[in-house]
C-alpha cells in the first residue's frame, strides 16, 4: 500500500478532476481530509516513510487550494504502528504545519484512535508544545471508541483555548477498543453515542466550528442522498433547537 503511493502519487488525479467540475458548477468544500496514509507512514516510520509523507501532505495541499479549501484535517498517527512512537508523529508537527501555512490552509489534527494511550494524552501534549499553533477536529466516533467522549467534553484545554475548529459526526455500536465496531458503519442514532448530551454540550459553549456528516452507511433505501439529507437533518436539528 505505502510502496503505491509513493509509485503513484498521481492516483487520485481523476477523482480530483470530478471534484474540481463540481466546485466550478457551485459545490463549496470548505473542509478536506488528508491522505490517511500520511499518519500511517510516519507511525511506521521506516526508510524513506518520512520523506513520503511529507511529499504526500503537500500533494494534498495543492489539491486543496484548487478546491478553494480551507480547513484540512489530518491523520498526524495511525495504522497498526499508531501512537507506539508517539514522540516521532508529534515531532512531525511543525514541519506539516508550516507547509500547510504557506497555502493558507488551517490544518487541524484528528483525535483518531489508538493502540498504545487515547488520543487525548496526545492532544494534550501537542497543545503543551504548540500553544499558539494547533487545532484539532474532534470526531465523537473516535472518542467513543476510547470510552472518552464525556472526558473530551469536559477537557477544559481544549474549550477554554479555543482549539476545537471542526466537527465529525458518525455513530459508534461497539465496546471500548472494540476493533470489529470500529470498522462497521452504522447510521446516526442507531448506536451507543449520547448525542443528545453531545449536543447540548455544544449549545453549553456556544460552538461555532465547521461540521461534517462522517456516518459512511448507506440507508435502506440504498440511495445516498436520502442518507446524507436525514444525517443533515439530525445534525442541524441537534444543532440548532
Given at each position: 500500500?505505502f510502496?503505491?503511493?509513493q509509485?503513484?502519487?498521481?492516483e487520485?488525479?481523476?477523482?480530483?478532476?470530478?471534484?474540481?467540475?463540481?466546485?466550478n458548477?457551485g459545490?463549496?468544500?470548505?473542509?478536506?481530509?488528508?491522505n490517511?496514509?500520511?499518519g500511517?507512514?510516519?507511525?511506521?516510520?521506516?526508510?524513506?516513510?518520512?520523506?513520503?509523507?511529507?511529499r504526500?501532505?503537500?500533494s494534498?495541499?495543492?489539491?486543496a487550494v484548487?478546491?478553494?479549501?480551507?480547513?484540512?484535517?489530518?491523520?498526524?498517527?495511525?495504522?497498526?504502528p499508531?501512537?507506539?512512537?508517539?514522540?516521532?508523529?508529534i515531532?512531525?508537527?511543525p514541519?506539516?504545519?508550516?507547509?500547510a501555512?504557506?497555502?493558507?490552509?488551517?490544518?487541524?489534527?484528528?483525535n483518531i484512535?489508538?493502540?498504545?494511550y487515547?488520543?487525548l494524552?496526545?492532544?494534550?501534549k501537542?497543545?503543551?508544545?504548540?500553544?499558539?499553533?494547533?487545532?484539532?477536529?474532534?470526531d465523537?466516533r473516535?472518542?467513543e471508541?476510547?470510552?472518552?467522549?464525556?472526558?473530551?467534553c469536559?477537557?477544559?484545554?481544549?474549550?477554554?483555548?479555543?482549539l476545537v475548529?471542526?466537527?465529525?459526526f458518525?455513530?459508534y455500536?461497539?465496546?471500548?477498543?472494540?476493533?470489529?465496531s470500529?470498522?462497521?458503519?452504522?447510521g446516526?442514532?442507531?448506536g451507543?453515542?449520547?448525542?443528545?448530551y453531545?449536543?447540548?454540550?455544544?449549545k453549553?459553549?456556544?460552538?461555532?466550528?465547521?461540521?461534517?456528516?462522517?456516518?459512511?452507511?448507506?440507508?435502506?433505501s440504498g440511495?445516498?442522498?436520502?442518507?446524507?439529507n436525514e444525517?443533515?437533518?439530525?445534525?442541524?436539528?441537534?444543532l440548532?433547537?
Amino acid at each position: 500500500m505505502f510502496g503505491h503511493f509513493q509509485d503513484r502519487p498521481d492516483e487520485y488525479v481523476e477523482v480530483a478532476k470530478t471534484i474540481i467540475d463540481a466546485k466550478n458548477s457551485g459545490v463549496v468544500f470548505y473542509s478536506m481530509h488528508t491522505n490517511k496514509n500520511i499518519g500511517e507512514l510516519i507511525s511506521r516510520n521506516e526508510d524513506n516513510d518520512i520523506d513520503n509523507a511529507v511529499r504526500l501532505f503537500e500533494s494534498n495541499c495543492q489539491y486543496a487550494v484548487q478546491y478553494d479549501v480551507k480547513l484540512l484535517v489530518l491523520h498526524l498517527w495511525g495504522g497498526v504502528p499508531s501512537d507506539k512512537h508517539i514522540d516521532v508523529n508529534i515531532g512531525m508537527y511543525p514541519k506539516l504545519k508550516a507547509i500547510a501555512d504557506r497555502y493558507n490552509l488551517l490544518l487541524t489534527v484528528e483525535n483518531i484512535v489508538c493502540n498504545t494511550y487515547k488520543p487525548l494524552d496526545h492532544m494534550k501534549k501537542l497543545w503543551e508544545l504548540y500553544p499558539h499553533d494547533i487545532k484539532f477536529t474532534i470526531d465523537v466516533r473516535q472518542a467513543e471508541f476510547h470510552k472518552s467522549l464525556v472526558e473530551t467534553c469536559e477537557s477544559a484545554f481544549l474549550w477554554e483555548n479555543d482549539l476545537v475548529a471542526h466537527l465529525h459526526f458518525s455513530d459508534y455500536g461497539g465496546g471500548y477498543m472494540d476493533w470489529p465496531s470500529m470498522r462497521t458503519p452504522i447510521g446516526l442514532t442507531q448506536g451507543n453515542i449520547d448525542f443528545e448530551y453531545f449536543f447540548s454540550f455544544l449549545k453549553s459553549i456556544g460552538f461555532d466550528g465547521s461540521v461534517a456528516d462522517e456516518t459512511g452507511y448507506i440507508a435502506d433505501s440504498g440511495e445516498l442522498v436520502d442518507n446524507l439529507n436525514e444525517a443533515y437533518a439530525f445534525i442541524n436539528g441537534g444543532l440548532t433547537r
